[in-house]
């Protein structure tokens, strides 16, 4: 058994994702020895690497939106983000292909926009322009006043009610899009982003309308060498803080003294304690499988299994023999049905036979990513979670052949004679590998009942000295939401020179 040093409170971190790198980072800042515990054989998480063939892989997020989120964790300790992380911005940030052959290339510049939206549809860009001056405001309510405050209590949520009411967070995204433009494609092309964190544009609040101001605010970017450089930045930061990293390290339990959070016991049957423990596992994962029901009185087993969760993803990695310098670093490829597509996926829980995916080529922008003169790629498919039955160990193949016909298709002719390596991960990966609940690709559904306070807080309702960070709790999935989950703590957990041991 280890026992924490009588010197400094100890904090051990569950999960090496970005929201625990950085909620490991704001501690070590604040005084407490950090201790990381990682299931898997190096850091990142849902932002881990797989390195195949001479080719880099990124298994989940491809970009970054609001890089100052990382230049803060970086001055914490010290040093600038630009010291060890180079970020391009991209432009386009990404390009949508509709089923028939148009596109829209999604840009930084707000004229380019306006051109775009008058090229489709000139009827809409008065109203674009509308909407984007309702998403700043949306953007400096839900992300500037409000994405780095924890909401622990009902009060918390009575004193934002009239600003949600004002800016209709009870609409869904496309609901409030579709109040200011008509054209189909237009309404797509704002209402798609709140996929990015998991949420069916037609049933998730309103609020992540904000997307569309943060990526103008902002822009998109992507780090040289990959988001794996951010996470190894990450990584190296907490070492030079003092701290420790173990991978390979994978806790089975919470351990509790009565209600309070003293350690954890790991599937070795190691035991360590600590003075607070923070997850950064997936919250429905921690509340089931880390903590004894007994312990729970909010988040019971009936009311995490009654709750909606995210889609499930499909990611197909491949490198190629050769480049396809058309292609850009993003591409949309949609299906001819958007609303009933999405409500097979989330609602009826059913692989269909046509699908919209996310191409990632990231060597249109690093191709060190790639041997010279080869190409990598990922393509990810939305598809529902296991409630669906899937048998994914049967259906991969299938569906991997269905997604490259697709493909061949619509972007890469005759591509796969050119493909070197390949690997993919289901849903059923997402459980086993990362500890996903349901193999739901961004943890609980973002709809407005599922959140603010009705999400798992980041400091426990039922366990003390417990805290919460990722995708599962407040604010919310996408990097933006895991790296301010972690900020928060620093208004919930005390700094380690007045932390008093219970």
Known sequence: MLAPNSDRPHAVIIGSGF????????????????TVLEKLDGPGGRASVFRQDGFTFDAGPTIVTAPFLFEDLWRLCGRELSEDVELKALTPFYRIRFDDGETFDCTPDAQTMRDEVARLSPDDVVGYENFMRLAEEIYKIGFERLGHVPFSSWSDMVRVLPDLIRLESYRSVYGLVSKYVRDPNIRLVLSFHSLFVGGNPFSVTSIYGLISFLERRWGVHFPMGGMGALVAGLARLIE?????????????QILLDGRTARGVRLISGETIMSDIVVSNADSAWTYRNLLPGKSRRRWTNRKIDRARYSMGL????????????AIPHHTILLSPRYRELLRDIFDHKHLADDMSLYLHRPTATDPSLAPEGCDAFYVLSPVPHLDAGIDWPTKAESYRQAIAKRLSEVALPGFEEHIVTSRIMTPLDFQTRLHAFKGAGFGLEPTLTQSAWFRPHNRSEDIENLYLVGAGTHPGAGV???????????????NAATFKRG
């Open 480 to 494: 933006p939401g895991v790296l301010s989950s972690a900020r928060i703590l620093e208004s919930l957990v005390p």
């Open 19 to 34: 929201g625990g790198l950085a909620a490991a980072i704001r501690l070590g800042a604040r005084g407490y020895r950090v």
């Open 314 to 325: 499909f990611v197909w990695y491949f490198g190629t023999s050769r480049r396809y310098p």
């Open 240 to 252: 030079g803080q003092g701290s420790e990293i173990r991978y390979d390290a994978e806790v089975e």
